[in-house]
């Protein structure tokens, strides 16, 4: 038992306020009655939300599962305009959550976390923000977010560029792109969405791309009112379909292997995926793309044969599409009109793997051969560093004085995704080696947030303050992750961000857990009936 008399400022310390921290912030608050503070960089709350309005930004989940479920009466009486709607859409539902269960009052906004030290004396966290202030909190809940800290490459000279530079991970402000050259670098799943939108208005659009991607269609339209009636009669049926699937949707079309079944059959479920577009043709369609090669030449020869009947020109279609890895080996990024922005005659697509960028100048963008690509406008949409860089960023330092920058070394080291060894009392929802980005992130965070809850109900129960998982149960959870990846096409294929491979010096290690949400939720349960098996409570 802990013999601390110091008193902190709060129970819990909430970092950020997405959908985790209003989520947090709600559950430990107004259903357990603790004491919260949360704190956000941005001057309100939405997180992603908040940071990523560059034009074309939208959800690729349908709204009808990218959506709280903690509460009835608010799944019931929100209503979504579009299947996958927009940021503004979803910032408006954000910012409405907040009113409607007073998040704001306890949150900071316009301040970012610049350390987190636990103090073992008191037991308890000393939080301190770039203001100067310091806030003490028996736990630390990270609501960081996984995709938050943007990568800006470090070209020669980008600082020397005379135009306006744009962060799409950063991008705050409509900006009118009328009558502009406008240059992109990226061609991920925001690149691509801003491709689309920013080749309607701009004079010219120069996409400078790297590696080309398998995006396949997002086929948004508006909600239908009668669907969604039924939707809503059946919500907590579609929820619970939701959690039993590896990506938290309700898909239940997937067939065991692409080549189990004939080249016509195998046809006909492409090109009906495709048709219904969002992420069936990658997670409903047959099981095996992922684990084997063949099956994955199946759909990514498929996604070819799409890419070249859209785009006109032969030569264009032929960069665009991807060869040298697996389809879904990088995150799959959904289009609306993505190849057709390359039929326009003041689209041009230029390939910076054959010729690769030099330097950035004030004028625009040098390549090696020495061709300038001049721009009154540069969009780097050029990626984050996913799942640690938001939790490094923080300078957390635990027991001891270890800090988790010297722990993670080599990788994260974690237990379940969800708190460190080493680092008492601190809790990191969706955090690297969790299923995060590959479970529907609404319903990810819910589950992590009540799992926390349950932990602390357990804590005020027995009469303990501090829990930290030990250093066995953390080596077995990294070793079953690394496991499930090294059985995926994931580890050798491509230099994805779920590896850390888009970063500089960055371990290659993977930061997802690939067992899927209902494997997940299953070892979570199992590790609660079974008395918080692998943490340690004084
Ligand atoms: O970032 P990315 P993103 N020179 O890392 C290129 C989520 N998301 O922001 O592949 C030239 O995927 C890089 O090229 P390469 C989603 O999970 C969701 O687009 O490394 N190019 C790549 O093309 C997504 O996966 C939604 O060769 C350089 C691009 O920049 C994640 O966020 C929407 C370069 C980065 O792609 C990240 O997506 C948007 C360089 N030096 C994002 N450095 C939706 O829900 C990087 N690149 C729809």
Not at 24 to 32: E, G, L, N, Q, S
Not at 182 to 204: C, D, H, P, R
Not at 473 to 481: G, L
Request: charged share 20%; glycine share 8%; aromatic share 10%.
């Amino acid at each position: 038992m802990s013999t601390s008399t110091a008193t902190p400022d709060v129970d819990v310390v909430v970092i950020g306020a997405g959908f985790t921290g209003i989520y947090a912030i709600h559950r430990f608050r107004d259903r357990m009655g603790l004491t919260v503070h949360g704190f956000d960089a941005a001057a309100d709350v939405g997180g992603t939300w908040y940071w990523n309005r560059y034009p074309g930004a939208r959800v690729d989940i349908e709204s009808v599962h990218y959506s709280y479920s903690f509460d009835e009466q608010l799944q019931q009486e929100w209503h979504w305009t579009e299947r996958f709607p927009a940021q503004p859409e979803i910032l408006r539902y954000l910012s409405h959550v907040a009113d409607r269960f007073d998040i704001r009052k306890d949150v900071t906004f316009g301040v970012r976390v610049t350390s987190a030290t636990w103090d073992d004396d008191a037991s308890f966290w000393r939080v301190t923000t770039d203001d100067g202030a310091v806030t003490t909190g028996r736990y630390l809940v990270s609501g960081a977010g996984t995709l938050s800290v943007p990568k800006v490459p470090d070209f020669p000279g980008v600082e020397t560029f005379a135009g306006r530079t744009l962060l799409t991970g950063n991008w705050l402000e409509d900006v009118d792109l009328t009558g502009q050259r406008v240059g992109i670098i990226g061609t991920g799943s925001s690149g691509i969405q801003a491709i689309s939108e920013i080749a309607k208005q701009a004079a010219s659009l120069t996409v400078l791309q790297r590696t080309p991607n398998y995006a396949t269609p997002i086929g948004n339209h508006s909600t239908d009112p009668e669907q969604e009636a039924a939707e809503k009669a059946a919500y907590s049926d579609i929820r619970a379909k939701s959690r039993n699937h590896f990506l938290g949707v309700p898909y239940d079309e997937v067939q065991p292997s692409a080549l189990a079944v004939s080249p016509e059959q195998r046809r006909a479920v492409f090109d009906d995926r495709w048709n219904k577009g969002g992420f069936r043709l990658f997670i409903d369609s047959f099981a095996d793309l992922l684990l084997d090669k063949a099956a994955n030449d199946t759909a990514a020869e498929y996604i070819r044969e799409r890419i070249r009947e859209r785009v006109q020109d032969p030569a264009t279609a032929e960069l665009l599409c991807p060869t040298g890895y697996p389809y879904g080996t990088k995150r799959p990024p959904l289009e609306t009109d993505y190849y057709e922005a390359y039929n326009r005659d003041t689209v041009t697509l230029v390939d910076v793997a054959a010729n690769r960028i030099d330097a950035v100048m004030p004028q625009g963008v040098r390549l090696a051969d020495g061709t300038v690509h001049e721009l009154d406008v540069l969009v780097l949409a050029t990626g984050f560093d996913a799942c640690t860089g938001p939790l490094l960023a923080m300078n957390v330092t635990g027991r001891d004085g270890l800090r988790l920058a010297d722990s993670w070394a080599d990788g994260p080291q974690t237990y379940l995704g969800l708190t460190v060894h080493g680092f008492p009392n601190f809790f990191m929802v969706t955090g690297p080696q969790s299923p995060s980005v590959l479970y529907n992130m609404p319903l990810a965070i819910e589950d992590h947030v009540d799992l926390i809850g349950d932990v602390l109900a357990h804590l005020a129960e027995s009469g303990h303050t501090v829990v930290e998982p030990s250093a066995t149960a953390q080596d077995q959870w990294v070793a079953e992750t690394n496991a499930l990846s090294e059985m995926t096409l994931l580890p050798t294929s491509a230099s994805s961000w779920y590896m850390g491979a888009n970063i500089p010096g960055k371990p290659r290690r993977v930061l997802v857990y690939l067992g899927g949400a209902p494997r997940y939720r299953a070892i979570c349960e199992d590790v609660k009936a079974g008395g918080w098996r692998g943490f340690a409570v004084a």
